[in-house]
């Protein structure tokens, strides 16, 4: 398994932020974390990425105990794009994206150079290498950072020229948000692609259309905890979503559309207490 | 290759401007000198003749009187900029100055109490040098002190809050000051000397001692800052994302704090404190090569170097035969050129 988690709880201050959450990964799959917010998707997602050590529980990444991996080791593994990065020094796009290739090689060689520039074209912002980060717009900021992410992750200056079984692994937190509709497709392909290389994608998204489409398999967190896992069919009941988001939607199926669509019921009581009823009424 | 030749252009025409200020400025004062015939006197020291004529006491004032005072300019200046490029960088912010959140008022504050204390024990009059270095030491963990915990205080959610850290240093220079003032209060006449000409900030105490007593604290950080400087410009990203690129975060950050601390206490430790020098030179820089630490950093060795040396130039002949503090004439330059910043900075936010 590329990717093993048993037990894991995490408190922060006081808070218990993630209960008893246990489950597996294979190489080239697209998990995606779904779930209200506050739900803990974002914080399972952390502590994935190293960034609090002081979790309870096991994870295993290739087989290595996460708590024994150095940062750099980490770092060869997995990439990680963040919610919202926030960069205000006038680096331009390539220095950006060149970034992604510190833990292998401080001072770029032409392979490392290929692979920036690979990561450029995927996410469309080679035009852009020259400008500086800070003018560009927010959807543009975060293909920038994606391309840099895509440079730490891959090995060679092409998506499919490797087989990555087993080898690297790639968290995104809410990848698309800012993005146009071309280049959330466009990033979400890029995943499903990386996937089919052997890359094990997991992924925090929010918009159940996009989680349909691409996933193989969706956790649903709720309260910190794993409410119910599996197949997309399986997940995307109006039962389930009702239970984990609080909102009543219908699920339908088209035919032009081999997944299924998800949207708000029509009668939906989004106001539940009475006094919330109460107010709906002015 | 357009990058590696910015940088070589960068470093290579700041290094010849440099030697240019370094053979004006020591040339200059009472007893002038030709810049070829300062060159001419150093390769005599070094061995070679070349043929241009100096008078024989000329040799004398350049090599006791003005070149410690120009190479300990060099070294502080120096000190500064590298110290100022690598704080901006550790708290991701272009507004963090040594001189500004506190760090040389602690340094400062220490050494003036290192000072009191040297005064009654006769072992450090009787060895200069190690009341230099014991002196060095003692700015050194005020600094550390001092940046450790307007770090800690700033730091809000992984990115030092600006207003935080000014508000930081306001309050840490405040107490520096009065403890610097109790000290005061305390000092014999001597001491009191001592003690004023280290809040205005000089380079009139140099000579080969106390060059040599800063050096090795200076040439440490020049000479490794530049190796973390891809680290550094990755921690722009934040910290979060310079871990998961693979820097060691905290390693890193403790670094930045002792290598940055140690330039700027050493020149505290000698010639007071110098303001701005650390807020405007990465500024100046960054104007031309851009924000990458590679070239950043060196650059803003030489470039500080070549910013304090004209300024103690000045001060020693503008109201010749008197001098100037150097630190006045620092905080002249220093001090609308931080005002002018500011506007920009917050003109860059409102749109």
Redesign the interface.
């Known amino acids: 398994m590329m990717l093993h988690i048993k037990n894991i709880s995490l408190t922060l201050g006081k808070m218990p932020v993630l209960r008893d959450i246990s489950f597996e990964a294979a190489a080239g799959e697209l998990c995606v974390i779904m779930g209200a917010n506050g739900a803990g998707k974002s914080s399972l997602l952390n502590v994935i990425a190293g960034e609090y050590p002081a979790y309870k529980g096991v994870v295993r990444i290739a087989g290595k105990d996460l708590r024994t991996m150095s940062v750099a080791q980490q770092a060869t593994t997995r990439a990680v794009l963040s919610q919202q990065v926030v960069l205000n020094q006038a680096f331009s796009v390539q220095e950006v994206a060149a970034m992604g290739r510190y833990v292998y090689n401080r001072q770029l060689d032409t392979l490392d150079k290929g692979i920036v520039q690979c990561a450029l074209r995927t996410m469309q912002v080679y035009d852009l290498k020259d400008r500086p980060y800070t003018t560009l717009s927010g959807g543009q900021k975060q293909r920038v950072q994606m391309a840099r992410v895509l440079a730490q992750l891959l090995e060679a200056p092409g998506l499919q020229e490797l087989d990555y079984t087993g080898k690297k692994m790639l968290l995104l937190d809410e990848p698309v948000t800012g993005m146009d509709i071309l280049h959330e497709q466009l990033s979400l392909q890029l995943a499903a692609t990386l996937a089919a290389a052997g890359v094990l994608v997991v992924a925090v998204l929010h918009d159940f259309q996009l989680a349909a489409a691409f996933a193989h398999r969706i956790l649903l967190l709720k309260e910190g905890a794993l409410y119910t896992q599996g197949t997309v069919e399986k997940m995307l009941t109006s039962a389930h979503i009702k239970n984990s988001f609080g909102v009543d939607v219908d699920v339908l199926s088209h035919p032009q559309c081999n997944y299924p669509l998800v949207v708000t019921a029509a009668t939906a009581g989004l106001f539940q207490s009475p006094a919330e009823k109460a107010l709906n009424v002015f | 290759m357009n990058k590696l030749f910015k940088k070589i252009s960068t470093i290579g025409g700041l290094t010849i401007l440099l030697v240019l200020v370094i053979l004006i400025a020591t040339g200059t004062g009472a007893m002038h000198m030709s810049p070829l015939q300062v060159l001419a006197i150093l390769l005599h020291k070094a061995g070679i003749n070349i043929p241009v004529r100096y008078e024989a006491n000329m040799e004398g004032v350049l090599w006791m009187i003005r070149l410690p005072r120009v190479i300990l300019g060099v070294l502080i200046g120096a000190g500064l900029g590298v110290a100022g490029a690598s704080l901006q960088g550790l708290f991701?912010n272009?507004l963090a100055d040594p001189g500004l959140i506190g760090i040389s008022s602690g340094a400062s504050m220490t050494a003036v109490v290192m000072i009191i204390i040297q005064g009654s024990f006769p072992v450090f009059q009787s060895i200069p040098l190690l009341s230099f270095y014991s002196l060095n030491f003692a700015a050194f963990t005020g600094a550390v002190i001092t940046t450790l915990f307007i770090f800690r205080v700033a730091r809000s959610g992984g990115?030092a809050v600006i207003s935080t850290m000014l508000l930081a240093g306001i309050a840490v220079r405040a107490l520096c000051e009065s403890v610097t003032g109790l000290m005061t209060y305390v000092a014999n006449n001597e001491q009191l000397r001592s003690i004023t000409f280290w809040s205005l900030g000089s380079l009139g105490g140099a000579s080969w001692t106390t060059v040599m007593g800063v050096m090795p604290f200076i040439l440490v950080p020049v000479i490794l800052l530049p190796r973390l400087a891809?680290?550094i410009?990755?921690l722009?990203?934040?910290e979060?994302?310079a871990?998961?690129?693979?820097?060691?975060v905290s390693q890193l950050k403790v670094q930045l704090v002792i290598l940055a601390t140690m330039a700027v206490a050493a020149g505290v430790a000698v010639a007071g404190i110098i303001g701005f020098i650390g807020l405007i030179v990465p500024h100046i820089v960054r104007q031309f090569t851009?924000?990458?630490y590679r070239i950043l950093i060196p650059g803003a060795a030489l470039s500080g170097a070549v910013l304090l040396t004209i300024a103690d130039l000045l001060c020693r002949t503008i109201i010749a035969p008197a001098e100037l503090p150097v630190g006045i004439i620092t905080a002249v330059i220093g001090a609308p050129f931080f005002i002018w910043l500011i506007v920009k900075e917050k003109r860059a936010i409102v749109i």
């Open positions: 991701r272009p990115q891809p680290a410009n990755l722009a990203l934040g979060r994302e871990m998961h690129s693979g820097v060691k851009g924000p990458d």
